[in-house]
């Protein structure tokens, strides 16, 4: 080992060998937040709660979640996908809107719910995507197909964006038998 003598380099040292830790503690609690079996024990809200307040504590952006309503559960798998979403909003809010603020709500109605978050960001127009760059809003809708929901995107220059996730349980309930209600047989 090299003995430093300069107080300047010792110093860049300490901020460094702080910074690794900061890196590899980060590390854990972002392998903790993609476990399975982590989002099924404390659930969706729990889970979306635990993200906010690391988001607030980076200082990248002010988050904000409310929920809506008495809190069910919708399902492991469909908990694990809408987490997922929620990554991916969060993500694209802090890599490309300049936003402030993020809006999460969770809305639990029966038979159906409603994952809304909201930035104040410098928005987009649908048009001038360019999704050959990346596949960040293709991945939100496609997530949302898989456990039946609808996601709408909603965003314009100016006007930060919106992304509503919407699964209608009912809805789920009718197809899980194989049989459509409109199906002829």
């Known amino acids: 080992m090299i003995a430093v003598t300069d107080p300047l380099q010792q110093t860049k040292i300490n901020e460094n060998r702080d ?11 972002l392998s903790k937040s ?3 079996e982590h ?3 404390q659930g969706l809200v729990k889970t979306i709660e635990n993200e906010v307040n690391k988001l607030n504590k980076s200082g990248l952006i002010n988050a904000e979640i409310t929920v809506e309503g008495e809190i069910y559960a919708l399902g492991e798998q469909r908990e694990l996908v809408l987490f997922r979403i929620f990554q991916e909003a969060v993500n694209n809010t802090i890599k490309h809107s300049g936003a402030s603020n993020l809006k999460i709500n969770l809305q639990y109605i029966p038979e159906m719910f409603n994952l809304t978050l909201k930035d104040d ?3 987009f127009s649908a048009n001038s995507l360019d999704y ?11 997530r949302a197909t898989v456990i039946g929901a609808a996601a709408k995107i909603s965003s314009s220059p100016g006007n930060g964006c919106s992304i509503e996730v919407t699964l209608n349980l009912l809805q789920q309930r009718l197809y899980i ?5 409109d199906r002829v047989s």
């Not at 050959?132 to 496609?142: A, P, Q, V």
């Open 19 to 29: 910074l690794i830790a900061q890196v590899i503690t980060d590390l854990r609690d």
């Open 34 to 36: 993609l476990s399975f």
């Open 39 to 41: 989002i099924s024990k």
């Open 121 to 123: 960001g410098v928005g």
């Open 132 to 142: 050959s760059r990346g596949s960040g809003l293709t991945n939100i809708e496609n």
């Open 177 to 181: 038998d194989g049989k459509h209600p």
